[in-house]
Structure formats: structure tokens, C-alpha cells
């Protein structure tokens, strides 16, 4: 009876030490289950969040390409106003299209380090905050002066200014360059980035406190003639 008791009462020592041994295999199921569940979101989540923040950094981008855009345009109206002498046009105003319309210009096809060594097809870049970017610049021949005090300078012309991403330079210099803007919608435009602008502004210079400013507007105004078909 006492070989029996004994076994009894060693059989109530074991019990708590078989439960541990039960809530601690439960408890390790319950963990790795854990850790696939949460592996399983960050899988699914993760790529939105790098979406979410990307399309930020773009939204961001966007804006700096439409101020810089801006600013490019005052620059050109405030040299404008000060007046620019006919041998200056070259080096202080955009470079000059061969075509008689700005808005269907071409995408710069080269990208040059200096403001000075731009053409046309050849875009600059500029540092904006840290961002680079890309900035194309043209205008149209206008219509000069023809008479008074200012006779052959210009008195006004339509200008283009594209902004791109820094992203877009080896489609630029592969000729996979675009016109159309690149999209502000979430994810759409991430893509856009490497081959449209981010900003395009179009608009019209002149000088018009001057004496003959209105006859050379007037006369800018009047539609070219077509060129004669031989």
C-alpha cells in the first residue's frame, strides 16, 4: 500500500511538469504562426508602402520641376524688360527653333552640363535642393523692332520650357525622349519620369512699354505667309 501511495503521489509531482511541457510546445506553434502571419503582410504591404513613398518623392519632384519652369520664364521676362541688344539674343535668351511654332517642339536629344552649351535639342541640367533635373529651353523667331531707338532687338517671341527628371537623361540621349507630361497619378507617373517632362510651360515675352511696342505686336500677330510650292 505504501509502494502504491508513493507511486500515486510521484504521479501528481510528474502532472505540472507534463502541462509545461504541453504549453510550451502550444506556445512555439503559436509563435511561428505569428511570424508567418506577419510575414505574410509585410509581403503584401511592403510594396505599397515603397509605392506610396516613391509617388511622393515624385509628387515632391513635380512641384520643384513647375517652379523651376517658372522661374526660367521670369528670368528671360526680366532680361527682356532690362533689354537685350541683338548680339546678346544668343547667349541671354533661349536658343532659337527653325520652326515657326513652339508647342509641337521636339524632345532634347542630348543633355549638356552647362547652361551656355544648350541648344534647342541639347537640354541643361540644374540642381534644385539636391534634385537634378533637366531643363529645356526654345523660343521662336518672334518679331523685332523696326523703328525708334530699340530698332532690331526683339520685341517679342513665344518660349517653351520643359522640365525633366534626372531619370529620363539616357532616354533623352537615346532619342526616347517625349513631349507629353508625365502623369500625377499614383504609380503612372513614376513610370513617365524617365521619358516625359514633369513640367511644361509655354508662353509669350515681350516689351511692351516701349513706343513701337503695339506696331510690332500687331504685326506678330499676322499670320506667315505659306511658302511658295515650286
Known amino acids: 500500500m505504501a509502494t502504491k501511495k508513493g507511486l500515486g503521489q510521484d504521479s501528481k509531482l510528474l502532472q505540472p511538469a507534463l502541462d509545461s511541457q504541453n504549453n510550451r510546445g502550444a506556445s512555439l506553434l503559436e509563435v511561428l504562426a505569428a511570424i508567418v502571419i ?67 517642339a521636339s524632345a532634347p536629344t542630348s543633355v549638356v552640363d552647362n547652361r551656355s552649351d544648350a541648344t534647342t535639342t541639347a537640354a541643361f541640367k540644374v540642381d534644385v535642393d539636391g534634385d537634378d533635373f533637366i531643363v529645356q529651353t526654345f523660343r521662336d523667331a518672334g518679331e523685332t523692332f523696326s523703328e525708334g531707338s530699340n530698332d532690331e532687338e526683339l520685341a517679342i517671341f513665344d518660349m517653351g520650357v520643359r522640365v525633366y527628371s534626372i531619370a529620363a537623361e539616357s532616354n533623352l540621349k537615346g532619342s526616347k525622349g517625349e513631349t507629353e507630361l508625365a502623369s500625377l497619378q499614383f504609380g503612372g507617373g513614376l513610370k513617365d519620369r524617365t521619358t516625359r517632362p514633369l513640367a511644361a510651360l509655354y508662353t509669350e515675352i515681350s516689351r511692351s512699354d516701349l513706343e513701337f511696342s503695339l506696331e510690332a505686336y500687331e504685326e506678330y500677330l499676322k499670320p506667315t505667309p505659306p511658302t511658295p510650292t515650286p
Open 38 to 104: 506577419i510575414t505574410t503582410i509585410l509581403a503584401i504591404v511592403s510594396p505599397m508602402l515603397f509605392l506610396v513613398a516613391a509617388s511622393r518623392v515624385h509628387t515632391r519632384q513635380v512641384e520643384q520641376a513647375m517652379d523651376l519652369a517658372r522661374s526660367e520664364i521670369g528670368l528671360i521676362q526680366a532680361r527682356m524688360t532690362r533689354g537685350v541688344s541683338v548680339a546678346d539674343q544668343g547667349t541671354l535668351l533661349p536658343p532659337k527653333l527653325a520652326s515657326e511654332e513652339v508647342f509641337p
